[in-house]
């Protein structure tokens, strides 16, 4: 079958990871045990409770100020979750708008929160004035649909929205639970490791299934 379309993860594939600096920063509030907290992958406790729309955003600065025991400020919250941000590197962004011309349809589906959405999702995301969103046909979200990958449910709630069968579908992703969530639905993947070029395997990849 052929690839019509490609779902990508945000961390560790569209933008590099640097949990180092997220744990830095959640320290830099008073969390000393940070490492505890933060995962690149599958968050735990409140912060998996935010990435999974359990709690809201003020209910999350509200428990994070009970942790460090002294109130945090949103804008706190915000700049300890965005450390998760590396890079956004230019070829990513061309080889998605390449796969888009070449009449690819691009899915974001991402384990993330508002804190991390907020400058993921404005102007700021690739210094062009773009967010996230004008690289993809369609964004799923886990603090917006209550999933967080590798739940099964989350793949099959992008293919039944979408209308797309796995056998036409690629996923990619720096997490290799998710992948093999992915690959037990017939779904093809594709796992790099996060900050690794994979711009000319995805194309080397789709010249494959052509063939």
């Known amino acids: 079958m052929t690839i019509h379309n490609i779902i990508f993860d945000l961390g560790g594939v569209v933008i590099t990871l640097d949990k180092n600096k997220a744990i830095r920063r959640f320290k830099a509030i008073g969390l000393d045990n940070a490492e505890q907290h933060l995962d690149a992958y599958t968050q735990q406790g409140i912060f998996g409770d935010v990435e999974k729309g359990i709690i809201t955003p003020e209910e ?3 428990k994070l100020g009970q942790l460090v025991n ?17 890079e956004v590197p230019q070829r990513n962004l061309k080889a998605l708008e390449k796969l888009r011309n070449d ?8 384990n993330t929160n508002p804190f991390m959405m907020e400058w993921a999702g404005s102007n700021r995301f690739d210094g062009m004035g773009h967010p996230v969103q004008y690289y993809f046909d369609a964004v799923y979200l886990s603090y917006e649909l209550h999933m967080l990958k590798p739940d099964p449910l989350f793949f099959r709630k992008v293919l039944l929205s979408e209308n797309i ?19 037990q639905l017939g ?8 900050g690794a070029d994979w711009t000319q395997a995805i194309f080397e990849r789709l010249k494959t299934e052509k063939e």
């Open 70 to 86: 002294r109130p945090v400020t949103y804008e706190e919250c915000c700049h300890a979750w965005q450390g998760y941000a590396g």
């Open 103 to 110: 009449g690819f349809r691009l899915i974001l589906l991402s």
């Open 187 to 194: 779904i093809f993947t594709l796992c790099p490791e996060n």
């Open 165 to 183: 069968l796995p056998e036409n579908t690629l996923f990619i992703d720096d997490g290799p639970r998710n992948v093999a969530a992915a690959s």
């Open 60 to 62: 999350f600065q509200t």
